[in-house]
T-cell receptor
Framework: QKEVEQNSGPLSVPEGAIASLNCTYSDRGSQSFFWYRQYSGKSPELIMFIYSNGDKEDGRFTAQLNKASQYVSLLIRDSQPSDSATYLCAVNSYGGSQGNLIFGKGTKLSVKP | DAGITQSPRYKITETGRQVTLMCHQTWSHSYMFWYRQDLGHGLRLIYYSAAADITDKGEVPDGYVVSRSKTENFPLTLESATRSQTSVYFC????????????FGPGTRLTVL
């Protein structure tokens, strides 16, 4: 069974700090990695994707990928209370005749004012 | 408005009844997906579709039926609802590939009494 693992949290950080969210995956063949944000009672929304080893920055968000270690992370700089949400890591995987995304269970982030 | 919509947003039904959840997208995306989200399990794939008239099982298909006669619609039917099917159901769509970024509908909260 291919898996994506995340710490469930909650991860609590003070406003203005860096929040670091981590994800590991089991399928060495995975090539695409996504971070979704899900506010309570809402649907997941895509915030970042990364395909290559290294860092990818988008505003206050940085995704980091290390395929050798099968590890992907999301850094949120200058965290704001509005960043409080559950963050889902998703990884592509192939099973049967089609590729799909496998989602982690999510890490709940709480940013304290 | 363009996007992906689900109906109904909330549904209460009784054990043994048939229930159909609707999903409609206006992007002409090839791929569509149905997930359920439960505490402790995260997002689990029920069924997906690569194109009209092409559907395939996901991780938890038992008790569910799907069809896709038109590209834009992907209804999910619970043939005989059980209490274990109480959940939040999300429809998603993706362009070109099943393992590409997916865009989610607002969700349907289903309660089976």
């Amino acid at each position: 069974q291919k898996e994506v693992e995340q710490n469930s949290g909650p991860l609590s950080v003070p406003e203005g700090a860096i929040a670091s969210l981590n994800c590991t995956y089991s399928d060495r063949g995975s090539q695409s990695f996504f971070w979704y944000r899900q506010y309570s009672g809402k649907s997941p929304e895509l915030i970042m994707f990364i395909y290559s080893n290294g860092d990818k920055e988008d505003g206050r968000f940085t995704a980091q990928l290390n395929k050798a270690s099968q590890y992907v992370s999301l850094l949120i700089r200058d965290s704001q209370p509005s960043d409080s949400a559950t963050y889902l890591c998703a990884v592509n995987s192939y099973g049967g005749s089609q590729g799909n995304l496998i989602f982690g269970k999510g890490t709940k982030l709480s940013v304290k004012p | 408005d363009a996007g992906i919509t689900q109906s109904p947003r909330y549904k209460i039904t009784e054990t043994g009844r048939q229930v159909t959840l609707m999903c409609h997208q206006t992007w002409s995306h090839s791929y569509m997906f149905w997930y359920r989200q439960d505490l402790g399990h995260g997002l689990r794939l029920i069924y997906y579709s690569a194109a009209a008239d092409i559907t395939d099982k996901g991780e938890v298909p038992d008790g569910y039926v799907v069809s896709r006669s038109k590209t834009e619609n992907f209804p999910l039917t619970l043939e005989s609802a059980t209490r274990s099917q109480t959940s939040v159901y999300f429809c998603a769509s993706s362009d070109q590939r099943g393992d590409n970024e997916q865009f989610f509908g607002p969700g349907t909260r289903l309660t089976v009494l």
